[in-house]
T-cell receptor, first 111, second 116 residues
Framework: RKEVEQDPGPFNVPEGATVAFNCTYS??????FFWYRQDCRKEPKLLMSVYSSGNEDGRFTAQLNRASQYISLLIRDSKLSDSATYLC????????????FGTGTLLAVQP | EAGVVQSPRYKIIEKKQPVAFWCNPISGHNTLYWYLQNLGQGPELLIRYENEEAVDDSQLPKDRFSAERLKGVDSTLKIQPAELGDSAVYLCASSSGQGAYTDTQYFGPGTRLTVL
């Protein structure tokens, strides 16, 4: 079983749609959680950190459920420019700053 | 501020040949990482340096891969000899601080290696 699991997609949605990505992680010792965005043939870039209380950044909302070891990302009012791969990432205590990446979920926003 | 710089951006070699990748981290970042990203997968850590010390190289295939960061700034990752399965994108990242798990990692554009 992979340490971080995501639906690979692709998710094809029309502009303006709301889309949700889900991720599960297997190591209960995981301490910090992130969503990275990776454009085609580009490097991953930090989109947002994920906190237990949930956090929002404009159209993006991230949630963490430690009991279920589940992370989510919600994108509201999708834009064409949101098309990318969204990588769920966890960092485990005891392996300082070792990021474990999921395989990523490909989002294609259609006009 | 300049980001993480990597070169070359693309490299095509024949199997059994050696290859080297170079990375210059963001100025002042003392932690440097090398990742491997296969097609359709997320990046996987190969090695992490704090200054010039390799503090996590457990995922580095040491029979053919080597890395160095002699002066604690830029770094080189080498493969010798390359195999067909080494075709992938090699990403370098850096972070400030001392590798705490809250540090943000900034990635370079990567080197896309094709082994024929």
């Amino acid at each position: 079983r992979k340490e971080v699991e995501q639906d690979p997609g692709p998710f094809n949605v029309p502009e303006g749609a709301t889309v949700a990505f889900n991720c599960t992680y297997s190591n209960s010792a995981s301490q910090s959680f992130f969503w990275y965005r990776q454009d085609c043939r580009k490097e991953p870039k930090l989109l947002m950190s994920v906190y237990s209380s949930g956090n929002e950044d404009g159209r993006f909302t991230a949630q963490l459920n430690r009991a279920s070891q589940y992370i989510s990302l919600l994108i509201r009012d999708s834009k064409l420019s949101d098309s990318a791969t969204y990588l769920c990432v966890v960092n485990t205590r005891g392996a300082t700053n070792k990021l474990i990446f999921g395989t990523g979920t490909l989002l294609a926003v259609q006009p | 501020e300049a980001g993480v710089v990597q070169s070359p951006r693309y490299k095509i070699i024949e199997k059994k040949q050696p290859v080297a990748f170079w990375c210059n981290p963001i100025s002042g970042h003392n932690t440097l990482y090398w990742y491997l990203q296969n097609l359709g997968q997320g990046p996987e850590l190969l090695i992490r340096y704090e200054n010039e010390e390799a503090v996590d190289d457990s995922q580095l295939p040491k029979d053919r891969f080597s890395a160095e960061r002699l002066k604690g700034v830029d770094s080189t990752l080498k493969i010798q000899p390359a195999e067909l399965g080494d075709s992938a994108v090699y990403l370098c990242a850096s972070s400030s601080g001392q590798g705490a798990y809250t540090d943000t990692q900034y990635f370079g554009p990567g080197t896309r290696l094709t082994v024929l």
